[in-house]
């Protein structure tokens, strides 16, 4: 038996007795409110008004998105938020979002609930936040420098004619509605492809430069648009994942993003920037205008100078035409007192020159008949010899004359010894019959 059990004591802490030790540990070594930077991390606004975050350290220092190395609890109620918002926006920083580099005031607690340590925020060092914005924009602008990328879209020509137009906003937006209502009220045929992405927050970056990858290639300019808002609000568009998205765009991307006060990455590396979504639509529409006009200014161009060269033209053949019936009407008058002459010519040589052809054919008719003549008694004499030489060599005669013809059994003449053989079967034509016989 213990000594604390014979004096009906017990060392063991309950949860809330330990929870009210850290409890005072905590007030004793923090009386009262700490300063504490860091990243916001998973923001969440609950349906009571009170805001939630873990604010953390990262790894690599100040830059947003590193390795948490440190991480603590706040809960902002719903009646310091007021504060800290009007705070925030009189300085022109916006809001509290996930990714944002924060000073904040509070008090450090145990909540007892959970079990943990959680900071009670109550204020909020809006300087400290935009001077890290700056910071990162800065360092994110140098690396771009240092890459040789940061002009790379502005280096791009822009289509003569974009009417293939990207939107890369948050779907059922005012920025969405404002660029449409613009394309669409110009009577402008612009062809649209929106692609949804979230403006704000941490995941920000990521949608927005998928949607400019997504819509590079198809279409003709893309377009960022967002509404107004704070520099916290509007960080996504200083990220170097998104600006890196633009440098490496092979179309335009202009950027209608409603702040007033700073310029963004995104304005800096994209090909053109506008003050809202509603003037970059304009400035397109403007392009198209201006490209249209030029059009019907060259084409106007070419109907003039088309006309006038049509009328010298004309003038040019009607010159030609006159020229050229006054040209015929002499050269015909010439030729018809020439074939005039002519006809004078033959009616008085006529008659002479058909009496000379008649004397000349009659001759002609003389010499004719006879040379057909001595022609046919010379071809009888050559006929009469030819008929004398095959009499000569007819086989007839020859066989008559005692010649004779031996020829083999398939035919074939046998014209020497060697053309038989001991036992060949011949036959010999003589004048007056044939002969069988066997070469012995």
């Known amino acids: 038996m213990t000594l604390f059990e014979d004096a009906g004591l017990d060392d063991s802490f309950t949860v809330s007795s330990l929870g009210d030790a850290v409890s005072r540990s905590l007030r004793a070594a923090l009386p009262g409110e700490v300063w504490v930077r860091g990243e916001i991390r998973d923001l969440t606004r609950a349906k009571s008004g009170h805001v939630y975050f873990r604010l953390v350290e990262a790894g690599d ?24 918002n009007r ?21 450090v607690d145990w909540y007892a609930p959970r079990g943990q340590i959680q900071l009670l925020m109550t204020g909020v060092d809006p300087i400290y936040t935009l001077g890290q914005l700056a910071a990162e924009r800065a360092a994110v602008v140098r690396r771009l420098q240092a890459d040789g990328v940061f002009d790379a879209n502005r280096r791009l020509s822009m ?16 920025a969405e509605r404002d660029v449409l209502a613009e394309l669409t009220n110009s009577g402008i045929g612009f062809s649209v492809w929106c692609f949804d992405a979230r403006v704000q927050g941490d995941q920000a970056p990521a949608t927005i430069a998928t949607g400019v990858a997504v819509l590079d290639g198809t279409v003709d300019v893309i377009v960022l648009a967002r509404g107004g808002g704070g520099a916290t609000d509007l ?7 998104v600006a890196r998205a633009i440098c490496a765009a092979g179309v335009p991307v202009l950027t209608g993003i409603g702040h007033e006060r700073d310029v ?44 006038l060269a049509i009328e010298a033209q004309t003038s040019h053949v009607q010159r030609l035409a006159t020229a050229t019936a006054t040209a015929s009407a ?18 008085s040589t006529a008659p002479h020159c058909l009496s ?44 008559a004359r005692g010649w004779s013809i031996t020829r083999r059994a398939d035919g074939t003449v046998v014209r020497t010894i060697g053309d038989v053989g001991t036992g060949d079967a011949i036959e010999t034509t003589l004048h007056d019959g044939q002969i069988t016989s066997t070469v012995g």
């Open 61 to 84: 220092g100040d830059r947003p998105g590193g390795t948490v190395t440190a991480s603590l609890s706040v809960m902002l109620s719903a009646r310091n938020k007021a504060t800290v």
């Open 87 to 107: 705070t925030l926006k009189d300085a022109g920083a916006g809001r509290l979002d996930a990714g944002t580099q924060v000073k904040i005031r509070g008090r």
């Open 159 to 174: 289509p003569v004619l974009p009417i293939r137009i990207g939107l890369v906003t948050s779907l059922g937006s005012d």
């Open 235 to 241: 960080q996504a568009f200083d990220s170097d994942r």
């Open 264 to 307: 963004s990455v995104a304005d800096e590396v994209a090909h053109g920037s506008h003050k809202t979504p509603t003037a970059v639509a304009r400035h397109l529409i403007e392009l198209v205008s201006l490209a249209h006009e030029r059009a019907h200014s060259s084409w106007d161009g070419i109907a003039q100078r088309a006309g």
């Open 330 to 347: 002499a050269a015909t008058e010439r030729q018809r007192h020439r074939l005039e002459r002519i006809a004078d010519r033959v009616g």
């Open 356 to 399: 000379a052809a008649d004397d000349r054919l009659d001759r002609a008719q003389q010499r004719l008949g006879v040379g057909v003549q001595r022609g046919l008694r010379d071809a009888e004499r050559r006929l009469g010899a030819l008929d004398a030489q095959l009499r000569l060599v007819d086989p007839s005669n020859l066989l």
